[in-house]
């Protein structure tokens, strides 16, 4: 069982925006920022879309931003296109081992 | 731009080991942690541990200790994962990745699937 709790599944319309979370403790993602998030299409690698809760890899659309509220880590993608449809999955450091959460299917309507 | 190239499918039948390589060309390859991470077949993806050059040292994730181990040819840029005594729960694409010093993994591998099967 993952240490990040991700709801299994989300969904929008084009244009609408929605937010995934991922749930840690106050040990991990309450005390440090060292989450990011990936995107992942069916067959393909994961893709790094924020690093450090909030920061957005060069190439990465802005409409994909991240936050933090106390225990919790969101990421947000605004203006829903329909290649934003896949996986998503959050990742921090607990200890010394890297922690995946189990991930959120994103779909778009 | 670094890349990351992995070495092709492999089938293992129960209790024999894996080797996997992951070849790195652009810059500051030498210096650079290369995770493993795994995903089985409709799952979600799991960190197997990381292989840091310089001191050559590693971290694994507790549920692989004894049964897995990383290495690097500095003379080819590869870094590789042995997996060892495999079960049909091994079965899974594993990607090497880049650590990119920001806490998070910015490159990936192709992936390779390894399937176990008897």
């Known amino acids: 069982q993952s240490a990040l709790t991700q709801p299994p599944s989300a969904s929008g319309s084009p244009g609408q925006s929605v937010t995934l979370s991922c749930t840690g403790t106050?040990?991990?993602?309450?005390?440090?920022?060292?989450v990011s998030w990936y995107q992942q299409h069916p067959g393909t690698a994961p893709k790094l879309v924020i690093f450090?809760?909030?920061k957005r890899p060069s190439g990465v659309p802005d409409r994909f931003s991240g936050s933090k509220s106390g225990n919790t880590a969101t990421l947000t993608v605004s203006g829903l296109q329909a290649e934003d449809e896949g996986d998503y999955y959050c990742?921090?450091?607990?200890?010394?081992?890297?922690?995946f959460g189990g991930g959120t299917k994103l779909t778009v309507l | 731009q670094v890349q990351l190239v992995q070495s092709g499918a492999e089938v293992k039948k129960p209790g024999a080991s894996v080797h996997v390589s992951c070849q790195a060309s652009?810059?500051?390859?030498?210096?650079?942690?290369i995770h493993w991470v795994r995903q089985a077949p409709g799952q979600g993806l799991e960190w197997v541990g990381v292989?840091?050059?310089?001191?050559?040292?590693?971290t694994y994730a507790q549920k692989f200790l004894g049964r897995v181990t990383m290495t690097r040819d500095t003379s080819t840029s590869t870094v590789y994962m042995e997996l060892s005594s495999l079960r049909s729960e091994d079965t899974a694409l594993y990607y090497c990745?880049?650590?990119?010093?920001?806490?998070?993994?910015?490159?990936w591998g192709q992936g390779t699937l390894v399937t176990v099967s008897s």
């Open positions: 990745t880049r650590d990119g010093s920001h806490w998070e993994f910015d490159y």
């Open positions: 652009g810059p500051t390859v030498t210096s650079d942690y």
């Open positions: 292989f840091r050059p310089g001191a050559d040292t590693t």
């Open positions: 106050s040990s991990d993602v309450g005390r440090y920022n060292h």
């Open positions: 450090e809760v909030i």
């Open positions: 990742c921090t450091l607990v200890g010394t081992d890297w922690v």
